[in-house]
């Protein structure tokens, strides 16, 4: 295939190598066609970016801070005749999961290892999947010497208290509105 120049092709004619396609309308002065004028565009803003992104940027003395990082705890919680140990980085937050009727029992500071640990030991009374456990004598009486040490836990559920015993509303009943000569919409 012969080669193709821009010499000659005048102001019809794309003048990037090899091309010929008609020049895009819109920039006559480039005497590209779109898809090169685009490349060009693109490779342009390239480079825009790359060599002003430090002056973008701010400083990092601008920048957000990170969030502190929260204590960890492992908490105790009742769901009806049901106890949870559970683990926590942020216990306000993981406590929205559970029913406004649940009761936050105790809370220790302690890592994912504490909670295995508990897990293990109060494993004879695990009643279902490996978190929950029946009410035993004997995980009562330790959650009552967490609250002896560490103190009653916060009530994280008084705000959603009421909410528990409100019926729920019917759901809205949609209506038919009727269009031209009665029919409906």
């Known amino acids: 295939m012969p080669k193709k120049s821009c010499i000659g092709r005048g102001k019809s004619a794309c ?17 590209l066609c779109q898809k090169h004028a685009m490349h060009v565009w693109l490779t342009i803003d390239m480079d825009v970016a790359v060599t002003h992104a430090p002056d973008l940027t701010p400083p990092l003395t601008e920048r957000r801070p990170p969030r502190p990082r ?4 492992v908490y105790y919680l009742r769901v009806g005749g049901h106890i949870k140990i559970g683990y926590a980085t942020e216990l306000a ?20 290892a504490t909670e295995k640990a508990l897990h293990d030991r109060f494993t004879v009374h695990r009643i ?21 040490q560490h103190g009653q836990p916060p009530d994280l559920f008084a705000h959603r208290q009421g909410k528990a015993h409100e019926q729920r509303r019917p759901p809205v009943q949609m209506r038919r509105r009727s269009g031209p000569q009665g029919m409906a919409v």
């Open 15 to 31: 003048h990037h190598p090899f091309c010929g396609e008609p020049i895009w309308e819109r920039h006559e002065l480039l005497f």
């Open 70 to 73: 929260q204590p960890s705890v």
């Open 93 to 112: 937050r993981r406590m929205q999961a559970y029913p406004p009727t649940a009761q936050l029992l105790a809370v220790e500071p302690g890592t994912l």
């Open 128 to 148: 279902a999947g490996r978190e929950w456990y029946q009410a035993s004598d004997e995980l009562l009486d330790h959650i009552a010497s967490v609250v002896k």
